[in-house]
């Protein structure tokens, strides 16, 4: 008994001829010949399908139209040599179809692999195909071939050469004439922009032949400027670019009315003495038939979707392509994750635009539904076909509510298996043409294959970002004064590491240290040069040096690794106690205060070279003064730079939204700041708002002499202290800890000693500095005999906590006491 999905896949070729009967007949060769490529992806295994025609002087055969992902995941490059051994030009030769894996194209090619079998001759080794596809070659009669690309090393069936054959035969008879020869038609230097063209050409330009001086940016300039970067991916396309170079746009008449007109052309390679050229032609798009903005509609598509990175620019991609161009109302676009389906776009996201089940059944801002509430739905994602519901149709309210005048639900396939659905809702009664109908089928093809490479993306993405976290500080301190919030914004633009980081590091006395950096490069060298950066930066901080000397530690840290990268940092050394700041900075850019009154201020001062550039830098420092109320702000460039954006109209603009801001609520204020970020590079930013200390520690210091009476000395110092500060409670264990400490530091270190007393709302800290890093080891067994080693034990018994800290070259022994 045959399964229904076999029932389903044994008639893949029949429907396959019935799509090809409703191509209308007033389709021209180009359109036909794309429609065809798309049916290739719909009704076939393939990811991509493409077709090479010789060129005009028969040396090679270039590539004519393409459809599906980008070619150069597979290798297929924009031309073969005819005489070649690339499978594209031995079945042209033969006349016969080839079906090859990926092991049996580098087996039998060799080490001419990325040569013949796929890339081009001067690709780049790092952009090696994928592995783990197959490729299929069919002649188109006499004139060239159709290729077909499926992921996996059996991607073809038989039924799926059965429709590639149908499709090939199809697509022989569609096959365009060289554009070369042809009214109106045009034939560009790439190299030099010189351009000839026909008078048919001009005439649609409104130019006479006087009025041409035989360069493309003279017709250029006539377009309406919002087609310009639609015109020129097409005019500066380089071997990278996909499709068959065809699009609408605009240009201005003489007399200020816009006309319409379609470019097609493909690009011919060049040679030693010959620069590659894009011969093509231009109609009035006004003369063409009726519905010729399908094909160009699925075009854009095409080329939106494969640029685009993540699920979410897939579906708004999606979305501007069909919502606009069908006048729906509402459309949904959500991937399928086991039984549920997981909603990336709504459009219009307003929630009362949608059916109250959902709003019921369906959670947060982006939702998810089972897909058992929805039984049409179910049915339509099972049979993997689109499904096409007029006015009145007897559908569940989950469903019919999308779409009371009319509903389109489009299965996204991919891969062997439905990466989502897609759901189009009229409110009134919609009328369902065969063209609309061939632009619904051919675009949930395109949307389904970009939707699992998004998800791959995003997935690879995620564990990128996870990778960058790590690396970063988990949370950020408490800080007694202060309240600190941290972002980091991975880039989108690319799976790379950034080497962006921020950090917090608390300092004796109440003093807190601030960094920003960032380290040249998105890549894991980058991101292992920044940690290793930021460990050295807090190690150097926590021994107690100033500023300057910190950020000199860390440049020659930097240069004695001999790495390529430099690193820029800002460092920010703050006193909460009295609300004063030093900071340094190593080719950063500067902080930007935000003062209580809502004034804001970009620190000016003299900075350094970045780190790892010169060994012999100076860093001087500058002060900052903050009072109460105070926001400071630290971050990278990707935050206030970018292509568009220099990097002083950035900061200006950081100041003002700062000043804009509400300080109390911090975290809100980073998210608003990073709402406009470039995501074309990662971006950290550090936000810290000084409130200052309610309660300020009181402080005494003592510099101990090295003479015989010095430990009586302290201990009498420490009993006026106590005694004017009212703490005579505490004075026997004080006193105590003061001598051993002080006992040790001249016995078993040499130089200066120095001893500090702070007092703490509930405990009084006693503090010993001296020279020596080596820090005090408390003994494990002492027996009678012995003369030493019970101070430790003796200052752990009278406190409540002890330890060690690194100052400057030595160390300091504190104990805190508590105060009943």
């Given at each position: 008994?045959?399964s229904?999905?076999?029932?389903?896949h044994?008639?893949?070729?029949?429907?396959?001829?019935?799509a090809?009967?409703?191509?209308?007949?007033?389709?021209?060769p180009?359109e036909?010949?794309?429609?065809?490529?798309?049916?290739?992806?719909v009704?076939?295994?393939?990811?991509?399908?493409?077709?090479?025609?010789?060129?005009?002087?028969?040396?090679?055969?270039?590539l004519?139209a393409?459809?599906?992902?980008?070619?150069?995941?597979?290798?297929?490059?924009?031309?073969?040599?005819?005489?070649?051994?690339?499978?594209?030009?031995?079945?042209?030769?033969s006349g016969?179809?080839?079906?090859?894996?990926?092991?049996?194209?580098?087996?039998?090619?060799?080490?001419?692999v990325?040569?013949?079998?796929?890339?081009p001759?001067?690709?780049?080794?790092?952009?090696?195909?994928?592995?783990?596809f197959?490729?299929?070659?069919?002649?188109?009669?006499e004139?060239?071939?159709?290729?077909?690309?499926?992921?996996?090393?059996?991607?073809f069936?038989t039924?799926?050469?059965?429709?590639?054959?149908?499709?090939?035969?199809?697509a022989?008879?569609?096959?365009?004439?060289?554009?070369?020869?042809?009214?109106?038609?045009?034939?560009?230097?790439?190299?030099?922009?010189?351009?000839?063209?026909?008078?048919g050409?001009?005439?649609?330009?409104?130019?006479?032949?006087d009025?041409?001086?035989g360069r493309?940016?003279?017709?250029?300039?006539?377009?309406?400027?919002?087609d310009?970067?639609?015109?020129?991916?097409?005019?500066?396309a380089?071997?990278?670019?996909?499709?068959?170079?065809?699009?609408?746009?605009?240009?201005?008449?003489?007399?200020g009315e816009?006309?319409?007109?379609?470019?097609?052309?493909?690009?011919?390679?060049?040679g030693?003495?010959?620069?590659?050229?894009?011969v093509?032609?231009?109609?009035?798009?006004?003369?063409?038939?009726?519905?010729?903005?399908?094909v160009?509609r699925?075009?854009?598509?095409?080329a939106?979707?494969?640029?685009?990175?993540?699920?979410r620019?897939?579906?708004?991609?999606?979305?501007?392509?069909?919502?606009?161009?069908?006048?729906?109302?509402?459309?949904?676009?959500?991937?399928?994750?086991?039984?549920?389906?997981?909603?990336?776009?709504?459009?219009?996201?307003?929630?009362?635009?949608?059916?109250?089940?959902?709003?019921?059944?369906?959670?947060?801002?982006?939702?998810d539904?089972?897909?058992?509430?929805?039984?049409?739905?179910?049915?339509?994602?099972?049979?993997?076909?689109?499904?096409?519901?007029?006015?009145?149709?007897?559908?569940?309210?989950?469903l019919?509510?999308?779409?009371?005048?009319?509903?389109?639900?489009?299965?996204?396939?991919?891969?062997?298996?439905?990466?989502?659905?897609?759901?189009?809702?009229?409110?009134?009664?919609?009328?369902?043409?065969?063209?609309?109908?061939a632009?619904?089928?051919a675009?949930?093809?395109?949307?389904?294959?970009a939707?699992?490479?998004?998800?791959?993306?995003?997935a690879?993405?995620?564990?990128?970002?996870?990778?960058?976290?790590?690396?970063?500080?988990?949370?950020?301190?408490?800080?007694p004064?202060?309240v600190?919030?941290?972002?980091?914004?991975?880039?989108?633009?690319?799976?790379?590491?950034?080497?962006?980081?921020?950090?917090?590091i608390?300092?004796?006395?109440?003093?807190?240290?601030?960094?920003?950096?960032?380290?040249?490069?998105?890549?894991?060298g980058?991101?292992?040069?920044?940690?290793?950066?930021?460990?050295?930066?807090?190690?150097?901080?926590?021994?107690?040096?100033?500023?300057?000397?910190?950020?000199?530690?860390?440049?020659r840290?930097?240069?004695?690794?001999?790495?390529?990268?430099?690193?820029?940092?800002?460092?920010v050394?703050?006193?909460?106690?009295?609300?004063?700041?030093?900071?340094?900075?190593?080719g950063?850019?500067?902080?930007?205060?935000?003062?209580?009154?809502?004034?804001?201020?970009?620190?000016e001062?003299?900075?350094?070279?970045?780190l790892?550039?010169?060994?012999?830098?100076?860093?001087?420092?500058?002060?900052?003064?903050?009072?109460?109320?105070?926001?400071l702000?630290?971050?990278?460039?990707?935050?206030?730079?970018?292509?568009?954006?220099?990097v002083?109209?950035?900061?200006?603009?950081?100041?003002?939204?700062?000043s804009?801001a509400?300080?109390?609520?911090?975290?809100?204020?980073?998210?608003?700041?990073?709402?406009?970020?470039?995501?074309?590079?990662?971006?950290?930013?550090?936000l810290?708002?000084?409130?200052?200390?309610?309660?300020r520690?009181?402080?005494e210091?003592?510099?101990?002499?090295?003479v015989?009476?010095?430990?009586?000395?302290?201990?009498?110092y420490?009993?006026?202290?106590?005694?004017?500060?009212?703490?005579?409670?505490?004075?026997?264990?004080?006193?105590?800890?003061?001598?051993e400490l002080?006992?040790?530091?001249?016995?078993?270190?040499d130089?200066?000693?120095?001893?500090?007393?702070?007092?703490?709302?509930?405990?009084?800290?006693?503090?010993?500095?001296?020279?020596?890093?080596?820090?005090?080891?408390?003994?494990?067994?002492?027996?009678?005999?012995?003369?030493?080693?019970?101070?430790?034990?003796?200052?752990?018994?009278?406190?409540?906590a002890?330890?060690?800290?690194?100052?400057?070259g030595?160390?300091?022994?504190?104990a805190?006491?508590?105060?009943?």
């Open positions: 008994m045959v229904e999905g076999a029932a389903e044994g008639t893949r070729t029949l429907r396959a001829e019935l090809l009967k409703t191509l209308g007949g007033d389709l021209d180009h036909r010949l794309h429609a065809i490529l798309e049916q290739v992806l009704f076939t295994s393939a990811t991509v399908a493409a077709v090479y025609l010789p060129d005009g002087e028969g040396e090679a055969l270039s004519t393409s459809a599906g992902v980008p070619r150069n995941l597979y290798g297929l490059s924009d031309s073969y040599p005819a005489s070649g051994t690339a499978p594209v030009a031995e079945t042209c030769r016969r179809p080839r079906w090859l894996a990926s092991a049996d194209l580098q087996r039998d090619a060799g080490a001419d990325d040569r013949d079998a796929g890339l001759e001067d690709a780049d080794a790092s952009r090696a195909p994928a592995e783990g197959t490729l299929g070659v069919l002649p188109l009669r004139r060239g071939c159709l290729v077909a690309v499926g992921d996996g090393t059996d991607a069936d039924e799926d050469r059965h429709c590639l054959d149908l499709l090939a035969e199809a022989a008879g569609a096959t365009p004439a060289p554009a070369a020869g042809s009214g109106a038609s045009f034939d560009l230097a790439m190299d030099t922009g010189r351009v000839e063209v026909d008078d050409l001009l005439e649609l330009f409104g130019m006479g032949p009025d041409f001086d493309v940016e003279t017709l250029i300039a006539l377009t309406v400027p919002e310009l970067p639609a015109l020129m991916s097409v005019v500066e380089d071997h990278m670019s996909i499709g068959d170079r065809e699009l609408e746009f605009r240009i201005l008449q003489p007399s816009q006309k319409w007109l379609r470019l097609r052309g493909r690009i011919l390679p060049g030693e003495l010959r620069p590659a050229r894009l093509g032609t231009v109609a009035d798009a006004s003369t063409l038939r009726t519905g010729r903005g399908d160009a699925i075009q854009r598509l095409a939106a979707l494969a640029t685009a990175g993540t699920v620019d897939v579906s708004q991609a999606v979305v501007t392509a069909l919502r606009k161009p069908l006048q729906a109302d509402r459309i949904a676009l959500a991937e399928l994750e086991g039984d549920r389906l997981v909603v990336t776009v709504l459009d219009p996201p307003q929630p009362e635009v949608w059916p109250e089940v959902w709003r019921s059944e369906w959670r947060s801002e982006w939702p539904a089972p897909v058992r509430t929805m039984p049409t739905l179910a049915n339509a994602l099972r049979e993997g076909r689109a499904g096409i519901w007029p006015a009145g149709a007897d559908l569940e309210p989950a019919a509510d999308v779409g009371p005048g009319g509903l389109a639900v489009l299965p996204l396939p991919a891969g062997g298996r439905m990466a989502g659905a897609c759901l189009i809702g009229w409110d009134n009664p919609h009328d369902f043409g065969p063209e609309e109908r632009l619904l089928t675009a949930s093809g395109l949307a389904g294959q939707l699992m490479r998004a998800h791959a993306f995003d690879e993405h995620e564990l990128v970002g996870m990778l960058q976290r790590t690396l970063l500080p988990r949370r950020l301190p408490q800080l004064g202060a600190a919030v941290a972002r980091y914004l991975p880039t989108t633009a690319g799976l790379e590491v950034g080497g962006d980081w921020y950090d917090v608390p300092l004796p006395d109440n003093h807190v240290a601030l960094v920003i950096g960032d380290v040249q490069g998105h890549n894991a980058a991101a292992t040069l920044m940690g290793q950066m930021r460990t050295a930066l807090r190690a150097y901080a926590v021994e107690g040096h100033p500023p300057d000397v910190v950020v000199s530690h860390a440049n840290l930097l240069m004695d690794m001999e790495t390529d990268l430099f690193a820029t940092c800002c460092y050394d703050i006193d909460m106690e009295e609300g004063s700041a030093w900071y340094v900075r190593a950063h850019i500067p902080p930007v205060l935000r003062h209580p009154n809502g004034s804001t201020e970009i620190s001062s003299e900075g350094g070279p970045p790892g550039v010169v060994m012999q830098a100076d860093f001087p420092m500058s002060p900052l003064r903050l009072t109460p109320g105070t926001l702000a630290l971050t990278t460039d990707g935050l206030v730079e970018s292509a568009d954006v220099d002083e109209d950035g900061l200006d603009h950081l100041a003002a939204e700062l804009a509400d300080p109390a609520h911090l975290g809100v204020v980073a998210d608003t700041l990073l709402g406009g970020a470039n995501r074309d590079d990662d971006v950290a930013l550090l810290v708002r000084y409130d200052g200390m309610a309660l520690p009181q402080r210091n003592w510099s101990v002499w090295r015989p009476q010095a430990v009586g000395q302290a201990r009498r420490t009993r006026r202290v106590l005694r004017r500060w009212s703490v005579d409670s505490v004075a026997d264990s004080v006193l105590l800890v003061v001598s002080v006992t040790n530091a001249l016995v078993h270190t130089g200066r000693v120095r001893l500090d007393l702070t007092l703490l709302a509930d405990r009084l800290r006693v503090s010993v500095a001296d020279s020596s890093p080596r820090t005090p080891m408390k003994p494990t067994v002492i027996g009678w005999e012995a003369t030493g080693g019970r101070g430790i034990l003796l200052v752990e018994a009278m406190s409540s002890w330890g060690t800290v690194p100052v400057s030595g160390k300091q022994v504190w805190e006491i508590p105060i009943e």
